[in-house]
């Protein structure tokens, strides 16, 4: 009975003293790499600050409630992607088109462009990806999403419009 006891605590003291190194080492990484570590952080802050101010750029112009977000694509077999993605839901009627409705898509390139142009680090996107979304309900939310994805370069003059992929 004794025995079981003193090899409990050997295990237990055993435990501790790896998770006492585990933890030293880790503390070793981050204390060697700290310049690297809050040198990312403050780029990611900054980045995050840029991004903000077209998020309420594009809520004042536009209205509804916006979401942004900037993400990078290595799908197989695609060249990878950065993309600028607006999320506007419920956004004021704006733009018809010939027929009495309203023209998504140009709007939707109205949008991207207006965004594309507050960008600082242009050169940093492949892409801009608007979403129009209607939302209604209370308990049950439906909704009608339109996706947009623009190349950058039909803003920066080099494609021309109509190269867009409607998702």
Not at 82 to 98: F, H, K, Q, Y
Not at 118 to 127: G, I, N, Q, V, Y
């Amino acid at each position: 009975m004794a025995n079981k006891g003193c090899n409990l605590k050997l295990v237990l003291i055993g435990c501790g003293v790896a998770f006492v190194i585990v933890l030293a080492g880790l503390a070793a990484i981050v204390a060697l790499n700290w310049d690297r570590i809050s040198q990312g952080f403050e780029k990611m802050q900054a980045q995050m600050a840029e991004l903000e101010q077209i998020r309420l750029a594009v809520t004042e112009e536009y209205g509804g409630d916006v979401s942004i977000s900037a993400t990078k694509s290595t799908a197989t077999g695609r060249a990878p992607r950065t993309i600028l993605r607006l999320t506007l839901v419920n956004m004021p009627a704006r733009g018809d088109s010939e027929d009495g409705e309203p023209d998504k898509e140009a709007l939707a390139r109205e949008i991207a462009q207006f965004a594309f142009e507050r960008l600082p680090d242009k050169e940093a996107f492949t892409h801009v990806d608007v979403v129009l979304q209607l939302q209604a309900g209370q308990f049950i939310k439906a909704s009608l999403r339109s996706n947009y994805l623009f190349t950058v370069e039909e803003f920066a003059g080099e494609a021309e419009p109509g190269e867009t992929e409607n998702l």
